[in-house]
Structures are given as C-alpha cells and as structure tokens.
C-alpha cells in the first residue's frame, strides 16, 4: 500500500513538474493593451528606412541571385545548436508573410513569438529587435507590403536533437530575453539617443560584435567588444574604444557609408552587407551611430 502511495505521489509530482515547465516556457505574446497600440496604418516610406537600418535584407534576400528585395529567404546560418535557414518574409500568401498583420510583425520582432504562437530561435535577433519602437514595426510593414512577393519556402532548419524542441527557447528567454522600449537618457543629447536605439534595437550591433556563452547569450562583460562567430571560423571585430580608440566620429560615420576604413581598408565579409544598408540611412543617422558608439565603454578583446 505504501508503495503504491509513493508512486501515485511520485506521478502527481511529475505532473506538476511538465504542467510548471510547460507553463513558464509558454510564447507571450502582446498584453491586448499593447497590442491595440500596433496598427496597420504605416508609412512605407519611412518603412524603408527601418529596412535598411535592420539589416533586414542581408538575411532574407534569396541566396544566389543580385536583387535584395527578393525576400524569399533560404540563408544558411550555421550555429553551435545546427543550421538555422532564413524563412521567406515577402508578401507572397502562401510561402511568405502576405497574411499577416503589423501585430503579427510585432509579437515577432519585440516577443520572438509566430502567428501560431511558437517560439522563433534567437538566430533572428529579436533579443535586439525587442526595443524598437512601435511606429517603427509598422512602418516596417507598410514597406515590406510593397515589396514583389516570393514563390516557395526555404528548407527547415537542421537542428542538433534537444534544440530541435521549439520550447526549450522560453528557458532561453527567461535566461536573456528582456524585451521593451529604450528609454532616453537625459545625461547624453538627442543624436547620441538616437545613436542608441539604431544601435541597440535596429541595427541589432551587439548581436555579432559581442561573444556568447554556451546556451548563445551575449556574455555582458563583452558586449561590443568582439568575440568569436558561431561556428568558430572567423572573429568579429572588437569596435570599443580599445579598438576604435584612434577612430573620429566622422570617420566611423564615413565607414558606414562607403565601408573605408581611416586607414583606407575596406570592410570586408558581412560588415560588407551591413554597409550597404548603412549607407542608405540618412547622414544624420550615420553620425547618430558613430556618436553612440564611440561613446562605448572601453573593453578587452576576447580570447578566440
């Protein structure tokens, strides 16, 4: 009889344990308060410029052929965890993004959650996509309706067995998702501000130009500092004062608009895309960045 107690005990308990996991490890998606503040009525001219400032086609645009507004995704991105592919986002019906609403885009970029209501992986960087502003995500949509739409749907990812599950990404979440607006500073003016947000939120520059630990969180003592790319093929430049000491806004502002460095290099590789976006941003957005970024904290460079 006692036997029988401990394991009908033992079976409630386990119970408990997937009925607790399941539920801290759910999608949320907006409060219908928030959500209310998302609407369809963007501006895609201005939608344009959100496009570019995220970098959005580096990603999306189908590998293998020169147009970058052909979004029908397929990137390969190699990770630690398996091979991410970059899912189509035109407005074809079907294979794409033609069905959805700003809100959809929203629960997206600033909660990491499908219109079905699963966890997106954090190889789309909503972890900096999170902070943008509201205004901004619909004007991003008004512009991608505008865009021609794209037949046919990337392969899925091919994902090691455990990162494969879909909801172990809410433990990831808990760990390092901290979604919300960046607030203005009143200690620094408007440009740096503005510097800010493109840097933190759009332009998402912490993702790469920082070093992860083993569940891929950005490792705080080397935000902005560099680190290793995650499959440990190639190293992202530090861009802090301890590597762009020497830099003047001016010429970081210039670097983001014809990829010359101070020295008359080139920047070469993906920072080569990140340019080519950058350098259809207004001059003043451009000189936002740099002032942000030459403001960052001083950090060592991460050993490979």
Known sequence: MRGRLWLVSGIIGLCVAVAGVWFITAPARFASAEAQAVSDS???VRGKLVFAAGDCASCHASPGQSDRLHLGGGLALASPYGTFRAPNISPDLADGIGNWTAKDLANALLRGVSPDGRHYYPAFPYGSFAHMRHEDVQDLMAYLRTLPAVKGRPPEHELNLVFGIRRFVGFWKILYFRPGPIAADPAHDARWN????LSEALAHCAECHSSRDMFGGIKASTRYA???????TGFYPN?????LGDWSEPQLAEMLKTGTTPKHARVGSSMADVVTNTAMLPESDREAIAAFVKSLPSRPTPNP
């Open 194 to 197: 503005r510097g800010r947000y």
């Open 239 to 243: 861009i802090t004062a301890a590597r």
């Open 226 to 232: 560099g680190g290793q790319d995650p499959v440990g």
């Open 42 to 44: 963007g501006d895609a």
